[in-house]
């Protein structure tokens, strides 16, 4: 394959020219000094959320350009990384014609939201050793072959992929490789981020929604190159983070001695849990994990689940999934809530 990536072409003729939407404070921007503001039809008694956010989430993402060493015209923040996502196929997709190649057994969001897109789904099975199966997937691509999705470390099986395959997909592919590092902060892989300025078709996605313990908020962050972010920003609604949700994640992001304390937490429970699933006779087999959870194969995933659904305790049998048969995913609770589990795990029979 000849190497002639140009996100111009990439992009849907309808987003190339697109006008985008003008807000108000795209109009205006404050520069912080007390105006009178009757430009926006807001209510104007003060409640701490009665004005529009700020469309553009400057202060998080200066926190976060100075946490990552990264621009912030190279990020685009957006509600959950599932926002994100549906915004790339939504830029570079064309519906019903255009297609994406995604890694089984992997995130279940790339196949829906390629659904909900009405984009092709072209599966390409990681190996057994759940690595990207490289000469498959270029095998796979044609000439509408948009964007390969990657998650790294994997969801379910817990595993980063090798380096090596990602390049090569990233140096033969004239699309874009969305590298979906969802867990990174419990991988001791070094993040894409840094490769960002040698790949002009790398993009990578992240989110508070595990490490950072902020699922509930709702924030997905995309970096990638300034024309990707541009053209994504162009379509993007104007008002997608909220504020309360703006303010949080900077609190959050700010307070990096407690994130770092729960991720060392976490991951030293991991070791207790992964070291106890280890001498169980029904569990066949652990796998090792570079994320929050761990991917144990048991003797009969149905029935351990029922079982621990007695006790209380809800995993998620990911059996369905293809190279997953009889496979439960654990989440990493407290140290507690592990012990408690383990003692559970002991007694079934
Ligand atoms: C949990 C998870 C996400 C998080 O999505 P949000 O919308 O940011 O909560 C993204 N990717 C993967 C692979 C995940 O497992």
Known sequence: MTKKFNIENLARDSVKILKPYSSARDEYV?????????????????????????PYQRSLKSLLSEQKGISETNMLLGNGSDEVLDLIFRAFCEPNQDNIITLPPTYGMYKVLAGINAVGNREVLLTTDFEPNVPKILESVDERTKLIFICSPNNPTGNSFNKENIIELLESFNGLVVVDEAYIDFSNQESWLSSLKDYPNLIVTQTLSKAYGLAGIRLGICY?????????????????????????????????????????????ERDVLMKALRTLDYVEKVYPSDANFILGKVDDADKRYQQLLEKQVVVRNRSSQPLCENTLRFTVGTPEENKLLIAILKELN
């Open 30 to 54: 404050s520069d912080g000094s007390e105006m009178i503001f009757l430009d926006t039809n807001e209510n104007p008694f003060e409640n701490g959320v009665n004005r529009y956010p700020d």
């Open 224 to 268: 990638a190159s300034e024309e990707i972010i541009a053209i994504l920003n162009k379509i993007k609604p104007p008002y997608n983070v909220n504020q309360l949700t703006q303010q949080k994640a900077v609190q959050r992001v700010n307070n990096q001695d407690a994130v770092q304390q729960e991720i060392m937490q976490i991951l030293t």
